[in-house]
């Protein structure tokens, strides 16, 4: 199954293009704003290059509103266009999918919020946006992913976290 990637809720557009698990195409660049323009653009160049596609998933967040709202009308248009299907992904719940984890620590994922907190996923917990300062304690070593990561970590290593 050839499947299209689209994410838009963050600093950085992606777009990619999958067949079977493996990568064959992306594209990405830094875009706060100008979201709709771009986007489209990264997509035109995939198909271009790759051809048609069975399925189309997009990011739902969490993130930038205008970002997700792009991301999932270019997905929906694209879907109903082509005659494929749609699925959102959380980039939370998706992320700790995407680390390589050979300890086999407790992963959380955290995502920067950009207004001076994290999105974060841990364990048994609900996603939650918190800041920095009142980062839940962790119950031993913990694996942190995501664009939030770096923060977090700080944060919790000055407080003796492992």
């Known amino acids: 199954m050839r499947i299209l990637g689209l994410d838009a809720a963050g600093a950085r557009l992606s777009a990619c293009l999958i067949e079977d698990g493996v990568v064959l195409a992306e594209q990405e660049c830094p875009a706060v704003f100008g979201q709709p323009a771009i986007l489209p653009r990264l997509v035109a160049a995939l198909m271009e290059q790759q051809g048609g596609v069975d399925h189309i998933a997009a990011g739902i967040g969490p993130g930038g509103f205008t970002g997700i709202r ?8 694209l879907a109903d266009g082509l005659g494929v299907g749609l699925s959102g992904v ?22 920067d919020n950009r207004r001076g907190g994290i999105f974060l996923l841990r364990p048994g917990a609900a996603p939650a946006s918190l800041t920095e300062a ?3 304690a962790t119950e031993g070593p913990t694996l942190l992913g995501g664009s939030g990561a770096a923060a977090a970590a700080a944060r919790l290593l000055a407080r003796g976290a492992p």
């Open 70 to 77: 792009t991301a999932l009308a270019l997905a929906h248009g």
């Open 90 to 111: 959380s980039i939370l719940a998706a992320l700790p999918f995407l680390l390589d984890n050979p300890q086999g620590r407790v992963i959380w994922a955290a995502i």
């Open 134 to 136: 009142v980062l839940p």
